[in-house]
C-alpha cells in the first residue's frame, strides 16, 4: 500500500477510533485527539486533572481499541523500582532467573506517578526513553509499541513528589484536563446510569496497522517554513535568547529543549494526517503547542505570584 492510500485510511480509522471513544467518554475532544496523536506518534502523555474525570477509562478504552496489552500500576510512596520493572529470583535449580515487571508491556497507565519517590519514578526513564530494561548489567527489550500514559492529581500535594525535569521532558504531551460543561456532566450521568460502563470493546485496530501508521507518521514530509516556525517557537521561550518576548523575559526561568522542536513538528506530522491532510502547517504547530511546550518551561516567581501558568505564557507567545 502506497503512503497516499495509507494515509487515506489512516484518516478513516481515527473517524472510527473517535467514534468508539465516544460512546464510552462524554466530551473531551481536545484531551482525545491530543492522545490519539501520542498514540500513533509513539509518544508517552501526561494527564493532569482532578478525579473523576475518567483519565483511567480513556486510557483503558484507547488501550481495547487497538488491542494493545495494557497494564495499571498504581504509584504510592512504598512503591519500589523493582516493582515496576521486574527483579531476579532463584529458581529450583537455584540460577536467577529475571521475573519481569508489569513495565513489559504496550501501554502502562502510570497512575498518580507523583505519588512515588524520585527513585522509583527514574525506574521508568529508561524505558520512556531507550525501551529497554536494565537489570545487573543486562538489557531487556520492551514489546513494540511502548507507551506510558501517566497521570497526576493537581490540587492534592501532601504525600507528592515533583516529577524531575529529566522525566518530565520524555512526555511528548501533559493534557491538562478539565471540569465538564454542565450539559456534559449530564450525559455522563445518564450514561453510567443506563448502560454498563465495563462492556467488553471490540479492538478496531491492529498493532500491526499501528506500526505502519506510526512509520508512516515519521515519512510525513514537512516544509522548511513549518520548521522554522516551530524552532522559533521553541527558542522565543528561553529568556535569554535573541527572539525571547517581553512576556518570557519577565515570566520564565528556563525555556524548553531541542527535544521541545523535534515534538512539535512530530505531533504536528500527525494532527495533518488526522485532518487530511498530507503535510503539516504553522496552524498544527500552533495547535500542539502547550501540550508540547508547559512542562518543559519553568516559570519565573512573578510569574506565580501574578498567577499565570505555563499554558498562558505560551498562548501569549503564540497570539
Known sequence: MNDVKLAETFFEDIQALKAAIHQRIVGQDLTIELMLNALFCQGHCLLVGVPGLAKTRLVHTISSLVALDFKRIQFTPDLMPSDIIGSEILDANRNFV???????????????????????????????????????????????????????????????????????????????????????EINVVRMTEQTRVDDDIKPLLTISSLLAYQDLIRRVPVSDHVVEAAVTMVHKTRPDNDLATESTKEFITWGAGPRASQNLI????????MHGRYSPNVEDVRAVAVAVLQHRIILSYKAESKGYSAADIIEMMID
Open 98 to 184: 529475571f521475573n519481569r515487571g508489569p513495565v513489559f508491556t504496550n501501554l502502562v497507565l502510570a497512575d498518580e506517578i507523583n505519588r512515588t519517590p524520585p527513585k522509583t519514578q527514574s525506574a521508568l526513564l529508561e524505558a520512556m526513553q531507550e525501551e529497554t530494561v536494565s537489570v545487573s548489567g543486562t538489557s531487556f527489550e520492551l514489546p513494540k509499541p511502548f507507551l506510558v500514559f501517566a497521570t497526576q492529581n493537581p490540587i492534592e500535594q501532601e504525600g507528592t513528589y515533583p516529577l524531575p525535569e529529566a522525566q518530565l521532558d520524555r512526555f511528548l504531551f501533559m493534557i491538562k484536563l478539565e471540569y465538564p460543561s454542565f450539559q456534559d
Open 266 to 273: 512530530l505531533a504536528s506530522k500527525c494532527r495533518s494526517l
